[in-house]
């Protein structure tokens, strides 16, 4: 696959800065731009009210390493153990007990009694790095040397709910704003066209921590993720109703707006408000563009796995997350998983069943993803993040399945000023708990801050009388990630 | 010296760099903690001058050389007093009366008149709900309804209706059923210390870490609501700054130590015999179909099960055969780990079952989900609190706010920098409560009624006097912009025996409330942010305001106070965001009634983790942590609301056949008029009309796409 050459990777630069320009150009065409509300503002002796934009786009504390993130996020925990943190001694005690030394460790239905389950997956060495990776994601493997696997974070809770909470927002409760809005209310968007941030959950249902972990909490709303959906109408009431015509609903924002301008006067807020009509009608035009899978080559579409039905949707969920971060999105949010047992990676039995479907959704549209973003340029400025709520435990449930584990468990990056092809922390021998390098989401939210140049003590937003921040005390850098 | 041993021990625990708390004193010397002072009104011959209110502002604008703004013209003015007093438009006949109302009371009439109303009450009761973040759901995967919850919404709807007295507002929510037993609406009020978020799941979760979540739940409401203090930053540590000390946090946490969720029935035995024989006749009709269900499951159910058992390894399949009595102890856990293995889940029997059977199933089942929905109301029950009858919990200082890390034991005891007033706290599980809420409502009490007239104050004028009404805390303000007036309100607040009417109406009866929102920008050099108040501040409408206005204008606002959440219907986007493993249909049963989706948007089922689009576009607040003051954010996603939801299209049809049911299709002038003064309180301008008139005459234009604009005008969304 990664040999792959799009026809199209010559002109991907050029597109790009295209996509870009013409944001800027903010639709101009379309009759009431913002040239033409400024103008008439003169019109009347005003000078134009300064626009206050809360998307616009904002200078990071520094440097960033990246611009803009997908997040994947596997409903339901992927267990690490069968994937990215090779366990032989699993397999040489299977069927026997948990040693003494090690505690009884339970997760939320199990208590630590079961025997050890060892891993029904071959690890092998990849890429040159040599890292181990199981059999259950051939195609991320061959991107071994981009990935950064971290295999020592922990969580809090032995619960799905509060742990996405945990991963998301950074409290068990909550009470916060998620990372995405965080992000987005620090840098603002690159996009005048789409949303800064936008979330894909699975289509069979959303994750068990629900839309909070996409909210804006105390944040204002417009920092909130936006969900996006594959076809004609990604976004909820860009359709037009039925009856209402193109050229009729022009006529009546026409009217809409002559009135709205003699409201605003000096208000920047009024002003704000008319902008925000402008740019509704201008994502009505160009979101079902930006989100056309008919616009890509079949090479790519095929790639993706858009062709074969177990790896369709994800696939297609994948793309548009291209598309997305091409034209400027700030944070794409992804599910694998979610709603219903069958549809999350939560394998409390049949965990090699499981875990076959559910990678059999994701590896290849994941390879595709890093390939194509690779071929593009766009790898280098895109951080891409894997991970969930926890881990698996080492020992069985019902005989064939694993119980949650928050006490170890990995999560990796790629990109965006990530160091490919390297291992960072360990689990003990049996992947019950982190011991090397143990890290907390407070540390991963302060890394993925500090990839975006942004200062986890400086990103703050004064609630209740509290500076909130993501990162509550502060979290310690996870270095090694980017140097 | 033991909270400071303790505050070291933390320190050197956990590394924490904050400097040692500073002396108790200099805590207890900060404005917040004074006693509010007796405030003489300043003596000003200025015929401005209305109320107290204006005589305390007068003085600061004068000395800055500051001229109020001009007062709103009446039409708008009435037109403000409904939005702010109701949270509605007036109707035109209610701007005509008072336009046309020369008495030189008009204003002073009308202001009792809507105070008198219920729906003062409701406008009270959603600012109030945002500040104990008020939800008829817990919140997290689960995200159950409480279904008895609502009585403590309608409580409050109730208790600023009537002018119940504030102290006893405040005591009925944190001790009603101590300090009023028998007082059913005391008990209802109780629902407060529920209020939040409360994590509810199966399986090996931490019995004392879910406690410790409620207890931080508890103490964080009383905190803001009452104390005006985001006490949970104490919660972990000292802060320098803070006037409150992680002691003092767990000392405040203390006096819920006892506290035990109860629902108590309120119900008199002719409801609850009338209750269990409607429910018996409502089963009858449910078991019919529940048989015929379970029947025609049955055989695909054990289809299910057979391809299961299966696919099981042939251990454990073996074991599992195995008579019970005859396995071994290994056989024994291999068959636990088959049954485990084998069970039938809903979409493992749908997956077996033909595609006609599935679908008299599903219409079997929408049939009972249909009579599920008229189920009849259970009785009445207090969503309440109670006490234990054992001995209470031991509260530890938490070392950085984990339970798992206690420190020192303490007792419930009152926030060291204010005084006790020589209120005593009993050691066991009784009474705690009700002496924190006689200590808060003391008279004396330097936060309470501060914190209360500047809730008022922010409520009405669109600013507060300090800058967060949630923090007096030294982290929040550092001194309100206008302290005798503060003190001034927070002293005749307690005196005129704690009614918050009196204060508001001190607050809209004054010149200052009456003033336009007037540009100028030689003012606004010397006061940009109208600390003073020179002119009145921009608000915008909220989403519940946005909604109910928008069904006022079109004559289909149903204004039935109070009752059972209504779920109006939803997007299937947002369907699809509520989270269940189960079967995924009936997870949202619209409310059957049609005229009950006209209801006011206080009404709407508030549901934690599934929210309406028009709402939180608008920055509803989440209901997660308490909201003294909503933001404000302006963006794409509420245009397209306003443009295209199924919401505002019906508003624009119905507000379209109103216009066309009053003047007829043809007379445009009329229709314009008209619209004006439904939508905006006022009629056209010579411009607007103009623009009306061609609009409406233009063939390729319908009158719904007029209405549909005037109802997304920025007028319309703002107040005037």
Redesign the interface.
């Given at each position: 696959m990664s040999s792959f050459i799009d026809p199209d990777l010559a002109q991907a630069h050029r597109i790009r800065r295209e996509l870009r320009r013409r944001d800027v150009l903010r639709g101009a065409a379309n009759g009431f731009g913002a040239l033409a509300l400024q103008s008439l503002l003169a019109r009347d002796g005003h000078a134009a009210p300064k626009r206050?934009d809360?998307?616009e786009a904002k200078t990071p504390h520094f440097a960033p390493k990246a611009k803009s993130v997908i997040f994947l996020f596997n409903v339901g925990a992927p267990s690490s153990m069968d994937t990215f943190d090779p366990k032989p001694k699993l397999t040489e005690m299977h069927g026997r007990p948990m040693p003494e030394s090690m505690g009884k460790v339970?997760?939320?239905?199990?208590?630590g009694s079961q025997p050890i389950f060892g891993s029904p997956w071959e690890f092998k060495p990849r890429g040159q790095s040599g890292m181990p990776i199981s059999t259950l994601f051939p195609h991320v493997a061959q991107h071994a040397d981009d990935l950064c696997v971290v295999r020592s974070f922990t969580t809090r809770s032995?619960?799905?709910?509060?742990a996405m909470y945990e991963v998301h927002c950074g409290r068990?409760?909550?009470?916060h704003p998620s990372m995405g809005a965080w992000v987005t209310y620090g840098l603002g968007s690159e996009s005048d066209n789409l949303?800064a941030y936008v979330v894909m959950?699975q289509?069979e249902?959303?994750?068990?921590?629900?839309?909070?972990c996409w909210?804006?909490?105390?944040?204002?709303?417009?920092?909130?993720g936006?969900?996006l959906?594959p076809g004609p109408t990604p976004?909820?009431?860009?359709?037009?109703?039925p009856d209402?015509t193109e050229?009729?609903?022009r006529?009546?924002?026409d009217?809409?707006q002559?009135?709205?301008e003699?409201?605003?006067?000096?208000?920047s807020?009024?002003a704000?408000?008319?902008s925000?009509?402008e740019?509704?009608f201008r994502?009505?035009a160009h979101a079902p563009e930006a989100v056309d899978l008919q616009k890509e080559t079949p090479a790519t579409r095929e790639m993706y796995g858009l062709n074969q039905d177990h790896t369709r949707d994800f696939g297609t969920r994948l793309l548009l997350a291209r598309r997305m971060v091409e034209r400027g999105v700030r944070f794409v949010q992804v599910y694998s998983g979610?709603?219903?047992?069958?549809m999350q990676w939560d394998a409390h039995?049949?965990l090699v069943a499981n875990h076959e479907k559910m990678a059999g959704h994701t590896d290849q549209p994941i390879g595709a993803l890093l390939t194509d973003l690779k071929q593009r340029g766009l790898l280098d400025e895109t951080l891409v993040v894997w991970g969930a709520e926890f881990g698996r435990l080492p020992t069985s449930q019902?005989?064939?399945g694993r119980d949650h584990n928050p006490y170890g468990f990995t999560m990796w990056f790629a990109g965006g000023g990530t160091k490919g092809g390297r291992v960072i922390g360990a689990t003990d021998d049996f992947g019950l708990r982190a011991v090397e390098k143990p890290y907390t989401m407070r540390d991963f939210h302060a890394t993925l801050l500090h990839l975006l140049g942004l200062d986890q003590h400086q990103l703050w937003y004064?609630?209740?009388?509290?500076?909130e921040k993501l990162v509550d005390?502060g979290g310690n850098l996870i270095e090694e990630v980017y140097a | 010296m033991i909270r400071a041993v303790l505050a070291m021990l933390a320190l050197i625990l956990f590394g924490l760099t904050a400097a040692a708390a500073p002396p108790k004193a200099a805590r207890s010397d900060y404005w917040a903690f004074q006693t509010p002072a007796p405030q003489a009104v300043p003596s000003n011959p200025s015929p401005w001058i209305r109320t107290a209110v204006d005589a305390f502002l007068l003085d600061k604008l004068q000395a800055k050389n500051l001229e109020p703004s001009p007062e709103l013209g009446k039409q708008m003015l009435v037109r403000r007093l409904y939005l702010d007093l109701w949270g509605l438009p007036p109707t035109p006949e209610q701007v005509d009366a008072f336009v046309n109302d020369r008495s030189p009371r008009a204003y002073e009439e009308l202001v009792e008149r809507l105070m008198a109303s219920p729906h003062y009450g409701e406008r009270w009761a959603q600012k109030w709900l945002d500040v104990v973040r008020y939800a008829d759901t817990n919140?997290?995967?689960g995200?159950k309804l409480r279904p008895q919850a609502w009585r403590y919404r309608d409580y409050v709807v109730r208790s600023f209706t009537e002018d119940k007295p504030y102290d006893r507002f405040v005591q009925e929510q944190i001790a009603g059923d101590e300090l009023f037993a028998g007082d059913d609406q005391a008990l209802i009020a109780t629902g407060f210390l529920r209020a939040g978020?409360r994590?509810v799941?199966g399986?090996?979760?931490d019995p004392e870490m879910l406690r410790q979540?409620l207890m931080v739940e508890m103490t964080a409401g009383v905190g803001?609501a009452f104390l005006g203090?985001?006490v949970q930053?104490a919660r972990?540590h000292d802060h320098k700054f803070d006037p409150i000390l992680q002691a003092d946090y767990y000392q405040l946490q203390a006096f819920f130590a006892p506290v035990t969720l109860e629902e108590v029935s309120i119900a008199s035995p002719e409801e609850v015999a009338a209750y269990e024989q409607a429910k018996a006749a409502h089963e009858a009709r449910l078991e019919p179909i529940q048989k015929t269900l379970k029947e025609m499951e049955k055989p695909w159910h054990d289809k299910a099960y057979e391809i299961n058992k299966q696919n099981l390894?042939p251990a454990?399949k073996a074991a599992l055969d195995k008579p019970e009595e005859q396995r071994s102890e290994e056989e024994k856990q291999?068959a636990?780990?088959?049954k485990?293995?084998a069970?039938v889940?809903?979409?493992d029997m749908l997956a077996v079952m033909p595609a006609d059977i599935k679908a008299e199933r599903a219409q079997l089942r929408r049939k009972l989900h249909a009579i599920e929905l008229e189920a009849p109301t259970p009785p009445r029950a207090a969503f309440a609190v109670g006490n234990t009858d054992k001995e209470p919990p031991i509260t530890h200082i938490l070392a950085?706010g984990d339970y798992q890390h206690p420190l020192g034991e303490v007792q419930a005891e009152f926030l060291s920098a204010v005084p006790d007033f020589g209120l005593e706290v009993p050691g066991g599980a009784a009474g705690r409560r009700a002496a924190l809420a006689r200590w808060l409502t003391h008279p004396q009490h330097p936060l309470t009624a501060r914190v209360m007239v500047n809730r008022i104050w922010q409520f009405r004028m669109g600013a507060a006097l300090t800058?967060?009404p949630?923090?007096f805390?030294l982290?929040?303000?550092a001194s309100p912009s206008q302290p005798e007036l503060l003190d001034y309100l927070a002293t005749q607040f307690v005196d005129l025996g704690w009614s918050v009417k009196a204060i508001d109406r001190m607050i809209v009866l004054s010149s200052a409330y009456r003033q336009a929102v007037a540009?100028d920008e030689a003012k606004a050099k010397i006061d940009p942010d109208n600390k003073l108040y020179w002119r009145a501040n921009?608000v915008?409408l909220s989403g519940e305001q946005i909604r109910d206005q928008a069904l006022a204008v079109t004559g289909k606002l149903n204004l039935a106070v109070g009752g059972e959440p209504v779920l109006v219907p939803i997007?299937p986007?947002?369907y699809?965001?509520?989270?269940?493993?189960?079967e995924?249909d009936n997870l949202w049963p619209v409310t059957p009634d049609p005229e009950s989706h006209h209801r006011r948007s206080l009404y709407l089922l508030n549901k934690?983790?599934?929210?309406l689009?028009l709402l939180?576009?608008?920055?509803?607040?989440?209901t997660?942590?308490?909201?003294?003051v909503r933001?404000?954010?302006?963006?794409?996603?509420?245009?397209?609301?306003l443009?295209?939801?199924d919401f505002i299209?019906d508003a624009s049809k119905a507000f379209a056949e109103r216009l066309a049911g009053a003047c007829g299709q043809d007379d445009k002038t009329c229709q314009a008029e008209l619209a004006w003064r439904l939508s905006l309180s006022r009629r056209p301008n010579d411009?607007?009309r103009t623009?009306a008139v061609e609009?409406l005459s233009?063939p390729?234009?319908?009158l719904q796409?007029?209405c549909?604009?005037?109802l997304?005008?920025?007028?319309l969304?703002?107040r005037p």
């Open positions: 206050v809360p998307l339970g997760g939320q239905f199990t208590d032995v619960v799905h709910a509060p068990l409760f909550a009470t949303p959950p289509p249902g959303t994750p068990e921590g629900g839309p909070p909210g804006a909490a105390f944040l204002p709303a417009v920092y909130q936006t969900l959906r976004i909820l009431h860009l359709e037009r109703p209402m050229s009729r609903q006529r009546t924002l009217l809409l002559k009135l709205n003699m409201d605003a006067g000096q208000d807020e009024m704000a408000r008319i925000s009509y740019l509704a994502m009505q979610g709603g219903p047992i069958f039995q049949h019902s005989g064939n004064l609630h209740n009388g509290r500076h005390f | 919140g997290f995967e995200d978020p994590h799941v399986g090996n979760t979540e803001s203090l985001t930053c972990c390894e454990l291999l636990s780990d088959a485990s293995q069970k889940a809903w979409y950085i800058d967060d949630n923090n805390g982290l929040g303000a540009t921009r915008r997007e986007e947002i699809d965001l509520i989270f269940t493993e189960g995924p934690r983790t599934v929210r689009p939180a576009n608008f920055d509803q607040p989440d997660m942590s308490s909201c003294a933001s404000r954010s302006t963006h794409a996603l509420q245009s397209l609301t443009l295209n939801s299209q411009v607007e623009l609009f233009d390729d234009t319908r796409d007029f549909l604009a005037l997304n005008r920025n007028e969304v703002y």
